[in-house]
């Protein structure tokens, strides 16, 4: 069996997931004859890459249907309340930010808080002899934020459409959707809670745990993560060599050895701590590498952890 990695299909998700694969050497090469919804990557060839939509990836990862994925975090946890024993997140990529939040009204001043909003709520309830309205597309997350804080006079509108439109439109008095700068909401005559975020979500690099893992899928997943984590570790890290020293030197500089030769050693540093390693050992050159293979695999580590702990299928 083949491994199965599902990138989105179009977008900016899909040009920056590129670039994530690209820049650790894995470039994707459309495939012929598939009208752009299959791929193949450089240099893994076991690696059977889908281009779908990121919604249909995140269900598709609960489901089982793919190996691996990138997409954003919160449609993966809107697949349902046990999105987290069905999908691994693996890595947090960087890009993709955007927040989930409840946003109501400008108008309604005295409203910043959820507590305010329960008010609301039970003051429409009585008033309107219905329970106010909230379009959203993220009906779980919705329906679990709302019940952590005690709101229950409300009922969801599922939105196919523009979520921030609704109030304006009449369809909902309040929503909750996804957010970068606040600009569409303001736009929109919305403001967004003061702690009305339910999720700060970024793309991820997931894992379907409850996925067929034979071992050609899981040799493939692990010859790509260790290649994605030996690209992380070169960009975080400076490489030093310098002469000898001792184990108690070396711990102090920050520094964790790559190799001891002769007179040398080369010594792997956080970009963030490479004045103080410098400062300590007194003399070094430093290099930039492409990539850092130390014998860690974390990626893959947490891989199997998540399919051990999955139940077996019936």
Excluded at 116 to 129: P, W
Excluded at 139 to 153: N, P
Excluded at 237 to 263: I, P, Y
Excluded at 279 to 291: F, M, N, P, T
Aim: glycine share 8%; proline share 3%.
């Amino acid at each position: 069996m083949t491994l199965t990695l599902a990138i989105p299909s179009k977008g900016r998700l899909q040009e920056q997931a590129g670039a994530y694969f690209a820049d650790a050497g894995l470039a994707l090469h459309p495939c012929t004859g598939s009208r752009g919804y299959r791929a193949t990557m450089a240099g893994l060839p076991d690696v059977d890459v889908r281009l779908v939509s990121a919604a249909e990836i995140a269900v598709g990862l609960a489901a089982g249907d793919f190996h691996l994925g990138v997409t954003g975090e919160d449609l993966i946890r809107e697949t349902g309340p046990d999105a987290s024993s069905r999908v691994a997140l693996l890595h947090a990529l960087g890009f993709g930010f955007a927040n989930v939040v409840v946003a109501v009204p400008r108008a309604w001043i005295d409203v910043a808080t959820m507590a305010d909003l329960d008010d609301v709520c039970a003051a429409f309830a009585q008033r309107h002899k219905r329970r106010l309205r909230i379009a959203t597309k993220y009906v779980h997350l919705t329906r679990r934020f709302f019940a952590e804080a005690g709101i229950s006079d409300y009922r969801i509108v599922e939105s196919a459409g523009a979520t921030e439109g609704a109030p304006a439109a009449g369809a909902a008095e309040a929503i909750v959707d996804i957010a970068t700068t606040g600009a569409t909401l303001a736009a929109n005559g919305l403001k967004t809670l003061d702690d009305g975020t339910i999720l700060e979500s970024q793309a991820q690099l997931a894992a379907a745990s409850r996925a067929e893992w034979d071992a050609h899928a899981l040799v493939a997943a692990r010859a790509l993560l260790k290649r994605l984590w030996a690209r992380e570790l070169a960009k975080a890290s400076h490489v030093l060599r310098t002469t000898l020293h001792g184990d108690d030197l070396v711990a102090r500089a920050g520094a964790s050895v790559l190799s001891r030769g002769g007179s040398e050693m080369s010594l792997l540093v956080p970009r963030a701590g490479l004045m103080q390693a410098v400062e300590v050992l007194g003399s070094a050159a430093v290099a930039d590498v492409e990539y850092v293979f130390n014998g860690g695999e974390p990626l893959y580590e947490r891989l199997t952890r998540a399919i051990a702990a999955t139940p077996a299928r019936p």
